[in-house]
């Protein structure tokens, strides 16, 4: 009985060092986040991530678009497109635009996360 109690109490003494740690980090994170500036390649990128979030995804394929159109083909836009295109299961336009991705960055993980 004595062993149960203390291994309880050990237990639930490293769930909420954890815990705290977690909230710790979380707070630290939010405030090292800038929101990008109007008109820049990683404000298209922000906004459309954002609206894709919240479900709103034709304004975030228009958002993508915009930024495509100003600044090229980058791999976040390419990223972008296909994870819209993956959404709306166009299998083959989501794939294109994956290794697209890819080819611009390779070290781009979601794009070959969602490959896969």
């Given at each position: 009985?004595?062993?149960?109690i203390l291994?309880?109490?050990?237990?639930?003494?490293?769930?909420?060092?954890?815990t705290a740690?977690?909230?710790?980090?979380?707070?630290?994170?939010?405030?090292?986040?800038?929101?990008?500036?109007?008109?820049?390649?990683?404000?298209?990128?922000?906004?459309?991530?954002?609206?894709?979030?919240?479900?709103?995804?034709?304004?975030?394929?228009?958002?993508?678009?915009?930024?495509?159109?100003?600044?090229?083909?980058?791999?976040?836009?390419?990223?972008?497109?296909?994870?819209?295109?993956?959404?709306?299961?166009?299998?083959?336009?989501?794939?294109?635009?994956?290794?697209?991705?890819?080819?611009?960055?390779?070290?781009?993980?979601?794009s070959k996360?969602?490959?896969?």
């Amino acid at each position: 009985m004595r062993y149960k109690i203390l291994t309880i109490a050990i237990l639930f003494s490293a769930v909420l060092t954890s815990t705290a740690q977690n909230t710790q980090n979380r707070e630290h994170l939010s405030r090292k986040y800038t929101p990008a500036k109007e008109g820049t390649a990683a404000y298209y990128e922000q906004q459309a991530r954002a609206l894709f979030k919240s479900g709103r995804w034709a304004e975030g394929r228009k958002m993508v678009e915009e930024g495509y159109d100003r600044y090229g083909s980058l791999s976040a836009y390419n990223e972008l497109l296909g994870t819209y295109w993956f959404h709306f299961k166009d299998y083959d336009k989501a794939r294109f635009y994956f290794i697209r991705s890819i080819k611009d960055d390779n070290g781009n993980l979601q794009s070959k996360t969602m490959l896969m």
